[in-house]
């Protein structure tokens, strides 16, 4: 079975600061991994995605997100928040074979980014 | 490229009604999703189309919840009756393939049971 676990449903940041969005999962096989972004009554659109080539993955909008096997972790990060950034975001993790591509979400982080 | 349709966006029905939720892939998708997005929850997927075969439906509530996706394109899940925790947002997505493609979300409806 696998599981996502996002640290702080809430986060709160000032325009220009670090953003880190904090994700942790379990696997028992090797994962792929996923980084979207949902702004209010839009569906979800993909930052991001892991699958085993470099484990710095860079993405849309100056985000980025480091896969750390040792840690089972997979946070994400941009160095300098805009406000267009205030949104909920969501990790999920695939299978890497025979899952279909059935993703299985975290419970989402909604990020604030104050003037 | 047009994206995900859904429709309708919004929905408002008493418990015991029956609803019906419509989806339009990405052209050329062969993968479609349904998932629930329960409030301050990560979307679960409830099933998984490949063309117009079920690949995974083991999350969906059968007693319930209908899905079908004739000839391969269009889907529609339908509730029938209605519970109160059945509120939610309702996502499709598609991919042109499994594993590691994109999904592409649609924008959802919003389902409110009252």
């Known amino acids: 079975a696998q599981s996502v676990t996002q640290l702080g449903s809430h986060v709160s940041v000032s325009e220009g600061a670090l953003v880190l969005l904090r994700c942790n999962y379990s696997?028992?096989?090797?994962?792929?991994l996923f980084w979207y972004v949902q702004y209010p009554n839009q569906g979800l659109q993909l930052l991001l995605k892991y699958t085993s080539a470099a484990t710095l993955v860079k993405g849309i909008n100056g985000f980025e997100a480091e896969f750390k096997k040792s840690e089972t972790s997979f946070h994400l990060t941009k160095p300098s928040a805009h406000m267009s950034d205030a949104a909920e975001y969501f990790c999920?993790?695939?299978?890497?074979?025979?899952?279909?591509?059935?993703?299985?979400f975290g419970q989402g982080t909604i990020l604030t980014v104050h003037p | 490229e047009a994206g995900v349709a859904q429709s309708p966006r919004y929905k408002i029905i008493e418990k015991r009604q029956s609803v019906a939720f419509w989806c339009n892939p990405i052209?050329?998708?062969?993968?479609l999703y349904w998932y629930q997005q329960i409030l301050g929850q990560g979307p679960k997927l409830l099933i998984q189309f490949q063309n117009n075969g079920v690949v995974d439906d083991s999350q969906l509530p059968k007693d319930r919840f209908s899905a079908e996706r004739l000839k391969g394109v269009d889907s529609t899940l339908k509730i029938q009756p209605a519970k109160l925790e059945d509120s939610a947002v309702y996502l499709c997505?598609?991919?042109?393939?499994?594993?590691?493609?994109?999904?592409?979300f649609g924008p959802g409806t919003r389902l409110t049971v009252l």
């Open positions: 999920a993790v695939s299978k890497a074979q025979g899952g279909y591509g059935k993703l299985t």
């Open positions: 052209s050329g998708h062969a993968t």
């Open positions: 696997s028992s096989v090797p994962p792929y």
């Open positions: 997505a598609s991919t042109d393939s499994n594993g590691i493609a994109e999904q592409f």
